[in-house]
């Protein structure tokens, strides 16, 4: 498949990204809702080591491109099982934009500058609504406090991004973080950097940004989200954490959609990106990510499935 081209110019680009897109999921300046957090779900003992499927890269690349030929455009994906090393690119050196997936990133920057236990009442209440509610004022205002491109580019540096830019200078109608550049597989080693235990953040923050990106709003929780198994969010064996995105380009009116986070499930942590753009409406930009990281999953699951101790499970279909 060769994707087409979009060029992004400053002036030709707005991120509408949050909660002007989504009545339910919007959110006005004050106190975070009050409710709390869901806690961590508590990992499982470590089931019996099954041998893992091979997956066959050409295969799946086909699938792909017979997939994604119906919608055009231009996708980039990494899959990183964690526990067992595996992994899968499609696109692999594409640079496509974050959007709101960048959000992950201010925060994991804010949190080499300071642990959470330290941030100010009104600070860590931006990164709540930041996360959760994917608020654009509140990632201006930490965007600022971590120093704008330059805090970013030197945290990607500590967490190991070589191919994730963000344009100078400040926030003008949203033309800053939300167009930061990035591949698939710099967002898994962001993701990596979250849910391994060698990482510049400790263990406690680590969990926290965990945490919120798995209690995001209910009108968010499309994308990866589609390839987990049922009761993934819920269940304590399993958990999903992602940040979503989404902007229409002015220039054309085209849509970037992404989607990024950690599925866990009993024996594998996939660490996973789908970064899309060129898309005709944001619901076509949803069905190129749900349908993408379906067949990979299954792919990494095998016959399998999502089988777990407690018996079969079915694939979860919701968003």
């Avoid at 099954?50 to 690349?61: G, Y």
């Avoid at 990106?213 to 009108?219: G, L």
């Avoid at 996939?270 to 076509?284: F, H, K, Q, R």
């Avoid at 299954?298 to 016959?303: I, K, L």
Wanted: aromatic share 6%; with cysteine.
């Amino acid at each position: 498949m060769t994707p087409s081209t979009v060029s992004l110019s400053a002036p030709g680009v707005t991120a509408t990204d949050a909660p002007s897109l989504s009545a339910p999921g919007a959110v006005t300046p004050g106190a975070v809702p009050s409710g709390g957090l869901r806690p961590p779900a508590p990992r499982p003992p470590a089931p019996p080591r099954v041998s893992a499927p091979r997956v066959s890269t050409p295969r799946l690349t086909r699938a792909l491109d017979r997939f994604l030929t119906r919608y055009g455009g231009r996708t980039a994906v990494t899959v990183r099982d964690l526990a067992t090393a595996r992994t899968y690119h499609y696109h692999r050196d594409l640079q496509l934009p974050t959007a709101s997936a960048s959000k992950i990133n201010i925060l994991m920057a804010l949190l080499l500058t300071s642990p959470w236990r330290r941030l100010t009442r009104r600070t860590r209440d931006d990164a709540e609504r930041m996360i959760r509610f994917s608020d654009n004022a509140a990632a201006d205002r930490l965007y600022e406090r971590i120093g704008l491109e330059a805090g970013l580019a030197r945290a990607d540096r500590e967490f190991g991004l070589r191919h994730t830019y963000a344009p100078a200078g400040r926030c003008v109608d949203l033309y800053c973080w939300g167009i930061t550049r990035t591949t698939a597989s710099d967002q898994v080693r962001l993701i990596g950097a979250l849910a391994r235990k060698r990482s510049p953040l400790p263990e406690r923050d680590r969990e926290r940004v965990l945490r919120l990106m798995a209690n995001v709003t209910s009108e968010q929780r499309w994308g990866i989200s589609a390839a987990a198994c049922e009761g993934g969010r819920l269940s304590p064996e399993s958990q999903v954490s992602l940040k979503n995105g989404w902007l229409r380009h002015v220039a054309d009116g085209r849509w970037a959609v992404v989607s990024v986070g950690l599925i866990r499930e009993p024996g594998h942590d996939y660490a996973v990106a789908v970064l899309t753009e060129d898309s005709p409406s944001m619901g076509t930009g949803v069905a190129r990510v749900e349908g993408v990281v379906k067949r990979i999953l299954a792919a990494f699951r095998g016959r399998q499935g999502c089988a777990t101790a407690g018996g079969q499970a079915v694939l979860s279909t919701s968003r």
